[in-house]
């Protein structure tokens, strides 16, 4: 099947940060890009920059579900920050159960202590949610998750 061309941002949406991934042109790898603290008055002004910094064709949200499928807090957190940047650039939902756990597994795998890697799990978690997307993506041949209107 076939991958729409053209560069996405994945974000893992947290309460402290935010956990930016690019991927290239052919949406083939994902790759850690940033890590943005999280403010109100600057982390949506920044992913922005980073979207435009890349010429990307849409932005890839992490959904935290909970593992039966339901919302929780953090998903209607992660929806309104999506809102806000869906606003200015197309943003794709994607259901994102366990990204976090599965990064830190391998930053502990990678004999990394995981409390002074925060911002690198963060960036590790948007790895999973964008390459976990073009997988899909290639595999179904269609767009992953859902648009947010």
Known sequence: MSIRTGRRLGVDVGRARIGVAV???????????ETVPRDD???VPRILALAA??????IVVGLPLSLSGDDTPSTTDARAFAARI??????????????TVSAQRGMRQAGRNTKQSRAVIDQAAAVIILQHALDRERAAGAPPGFPLP
């Open 23 to 33: 991927c290239d042109r052919d949406g083939l790898l994902a790759t850690p890009l």
């Open 41 to 43: 008055a600057l982390d």
């Open 53 to 58: 910094d890349y010429d990307v064709i849409e």
């Open 86 to 99: 869906a606003a200015e650039l197309p943003v794709r939902l994607v259901d994102e159960r366990l990204s």
